[in-house]
């Protein structure tokens, strides 16, 4: 940048001004001298113009010459290689030139960068050690952090003594408000004032979050140029935002003159890593304050930032402290009160007493419960379904709904500010929290309207030149939500899904309760079934009998049949009543598995059967090595019957009926069969065939239809698997396996 442009209009534009480089400014305020060396060579490689005026060599005498000529060697090689370690230095100080300066010294990549800073003065260890046990002593007894930042002003108004101290606090909108101030009496005050975001740029932000405290000396010096202006070690600008002589942007100093300031001192508040505020001193005049001074002034701005952080965890826990209290209460309610929505919108404390709100509303299963100043339950309903909803995270929060829905307007005295979470997994449940807008009054310092000049067509960026106070009616926004506003919102969603979660546990056990009640009913029946309906039953087939011994001779054929039509029914009653209770006892038995030989249990129900009465063609086939299995054996042998049962039974009426008796081993587990080549049974009747009562072979083949419906309860509570390959007329395999390891 030419010196000309310096005092003329900077040439930033309006839209690049953020990108200002200022940290490569290649210039040094005009009170010290900036030296810059090869960090290997330590030969000099550029310095600030006015090193002839301070330190009485000039430039041709001192570039490209090893930087011994001015500093002892042995100082240089320990500085270097403290550096290197990341050891903090305190800074020497040495006499040239009849002044005492301090070297400060810092590495910017390949480049040393030493900064000659005027001693001023020598200050006396005691007073010094004195201001320190004074910042200590006196920042932060006081309890809110108006005071706290009060405390901090005046203290450093009474070490440093500025015309004006003030502490400047930003918003997140990084405005910034005047939050104290000390000043002489004369002066205009400035506390309370708001000023744009625009008047400390992002950069300038960085840059103070890097360097803490940094003064302007002379605020109408004369910079000194860096010589040459391009790093011989890669010809490209050096980075000198670390020197506590860069010369300050042109467009800051523009700004402090638009203000009349003639020197100015500024360090960074830094809270939990990010700038919080500054600490912001205006002379009237030139002022210097030296090296340890501005040391302590960095020390005061750590305590502060400490009292603050402090302080600020404080409110937090406090503030969590009461609502974790509400919480309590609230879950207290929710046990005993059936009703969630009551529990919690009906009684006191209700849910939006949790966080500081006007109003706020529970949307749960379909319905919305609102308390307290809030919109309409149809705006409500708008702002879950079209917008809430549609929103990623749980939490949502904002102090300016209308910057998001444009119709929210319609509502922001009631709910400017909104902080809502979602219950549970369902994206449908919601509680919301409301803040109206806050009106407020704000008082610039000067209009928040960053001001540009056009020239060529190019818009400008320009320092304002007006500070008078003026004053807006700020609306729109709500007082913002804080941390410990989403944690209470945090902590209440989940107890409230934890309550849910349980009253669903509660409801499962109920109806878990009524199931085993239902299934106890059902065992009574089967009871009753077996014992009242089969007394009757015995007595009609008994009488039918007898009737049928005693009418032999006194009965036509026709009185013989229906004599003998009731014998049949009362048997066929008999063995359905049997295959009900057998099914209901396989569902309510525990199984008890023992190792079972398949061969012996097949060898039993063979003899059972009456094979040369009932299937005499019938060619029977078990393999002789079947291995055995772990499972119950009465519901085993109760499968196998009924699986042999219909083998026989269903081919009976072929050819040559053929029934095979196996295992096979598929995947590496046993599979075993019962096969036969009877009437087969097509795909429709493969879905039908297990259910309760189903038959599809029709009235050819006696039966109940319940034979196989055990067949795969019994299966099913052995874990393992029942299913069949059959084709019409060619014959059907059943095949089952069951887990090893029951
Ligand atoms: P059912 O007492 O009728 O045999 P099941 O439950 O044992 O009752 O069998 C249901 C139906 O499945 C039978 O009615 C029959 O239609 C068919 N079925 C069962 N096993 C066979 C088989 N081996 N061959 C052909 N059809 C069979």
Not at 5 to 23: F, M, R
Not at 244 to 264: C, D, K, W
Not at 631 to 641: G, I, K, N, T
Request: with cysteine; glycine share 6%.
């Amino acid at each position: 940048m030419s010196e000309d442009s310096l005092n003329s209009l900077q040439k930033t534009t309006i839209t690049n001004c953020e990108q200002e480089p200022i940290h490569i400014i290649g210039k040094a305020q005009a009170h010290g001298v900036i030296i810059i060396c090869d960090v290997t060579t330590l030969d000099i490689l550029q310095c600030s113009e006015n090193v002839e005026e301070i330190l009485g060599f000039s430039l041709e005498e001192i570039l490209k010459k090893n930087i011994d000529m001015i500093l002892p060697e042995d100082l240089m090689k320990t500085l270097v290689r403290k550096l290197k370690d990341n050891i903090t230095l305190l800074p020497k100080t040495i006499r040239l030139n009849n002044k005492e300066f301090f070297i400060i010294p810092h590495l910017s990549g390949e480049s040393l960068i030493l900064d000659f800073d005027p001693h001023g003065g020598s200050l006396d260890p005691l007073v010094y050690q004195e201001q320190l046990t004074k910042i200590l002593n006196e920042i932060g007894d006081k309890q809110t952090i108006p005071e706290i930042s009060q405390n901090a002003v005046e203290l450093v108004k009474y070490l440093f003594d500025y015309d004006r101290v003030m502490m400047y606090q930003f918003d997140e909108e990084w405005n910034g408000k005047v939050v104290a101030e000390v000043k002489e009496s004369h002066l205009e005050s400035w506390l309370g004032l708001h000023y744009p975001a625009s008047d400390i740029p992002k950069q300038a932000r960085q840059i103070f979050l890097k360097q803490g405290v940094r003064i302007i000396a002379d605020v109408n010096y004369k910079p000194a140029a860096i010589f040459p202006e391009l790093s011989p070690i890669n010809g490209k600008p050096i980075d000198i935002s670390k020197s506590e002589l860069r010369a300050v942007s042109p467009i800051h100093i523009e700004y402090l003159q638009n203000m009349g300031v003639g020197a100015s001192l500024t360090a960074a508040i830094v809270l939990n890593g990010e700038l919080w505020g500054l600490l912001a001193c205006h002379h009237y005049s030139p002022k210097f304050i030296n090296y340890n001074q501005r040391q302590s002034c960095k020390f005061l701005t750590q305590v502060f930032s400490n009292k603050l952080a402090l302080r600020t965890s404080n409110v937090f826990i406090e503030k969590m402290a009461y609502s974790e209290d509400i919480r309590k209460k609230l879950v207290l309610q929710m046990s005993s009160i059936k009703h969630l929505n009551d529990a919690i919108c009906k009684f006191e404390p209700n849910f939006t007493n949790i966080v500081e709100c006007s109003g706020g509303a529970l949307v749960l299963d379909g319905t919305i419960c609102m308390v307290g100043k809030t919109p309409t339950e149809e705006q409500i309903k708008f702002l879950v379904s079209e917008f809430l909803t549609k929103q990623e995270e749980s939490l949502f929060f904002t102090k300016n709904l209308m910057k998001k829905i444009p119709s929210a307007t319609s509502f922001k005295d009631k709910a400017s500010g909104v902080l809502s979470i979602r219950i549970g997994e369902n994206k449908n449940d919601y509680l919301l929290w409301f803040r109206p807008q806050a009106i407020e009054s704000v008082s610039w310092g000067g209009k928040p309207v960053k001001s540009g000049v056009v020239k060529d067509g190019v818009e400008y960026l320009s320092p304002r030149r007006s500070f008078e106070k003026w004053t807006e009616k700020k609306s729109g926004a709500a007082i913002p939500w804080e941390e410990y506003d989403f944690e209470a919102a945090y902590n209440l969603e989940e107890s409230i899904t934890n309550i849910i979660v349980r009253n669903q546990k509660d409801h499962i056990k109920a109806l878990n309760d009524q199931l085993l009640e239902a299934n106890k009913e059902l065992e009574t029946f089967s009871y009753s079934v077996s014992h009242d309906l089969r007394a009757p039953l015995r007595g009609i087939d008994g009488y039918a009998r007898i009737l049928r011994d005693y009418c032999k001779n006194k009965t036509d054929d026709y009185g013989r049949n229906a004599i003998n039509t009731i014998i049949n029914s009362a048997e066929l009653m008999d063995t359905l009543i049997e295959d009900i209770i057998s099914y209901s006892k396989v569902g309510q038995t525990r199984i008890q598995p023992v190792s079972l030989s398949i061969n012996t249990i097949l060898d039993q129900i063979l003899t059972t059967h009456n094979l040369s009465g009932e299937y005499p063609k019938t060619e029977i086939i078990v393999q002789e090595d079947i291995p055995r299995i772990v499972a119950d054996r009465r519901m085993f042998s109760q499968l196998l019957a009924n699986l042999v049962g219909n083998a026989l039974k269903y081919s009976a009426k072929t050819a040559h009926p053929t029934v095979e008796l196996g295992f096979d081993v598929k995947d590496g587990r046993t599979v075993y069969f019962v096969k036969d080549n009877g009437i087969g049974i097509d795909a429709a009747g493969k879905e039908k065939i297990f259910e309760v009562f189903s038959r599809v072979a029709g009235d050819d083949f006696a039966g109940s239809g319940v034979g196989l419906a055990i067949a795969k309860k019994i299966i099913e509570k052995h874990n393992g698997a029942l299913w069949l390959d059959s084709k019409l007329n060619e014959g059907s395999t059943f095949y089952f396996s069951i887990p090893e390891d029951l």
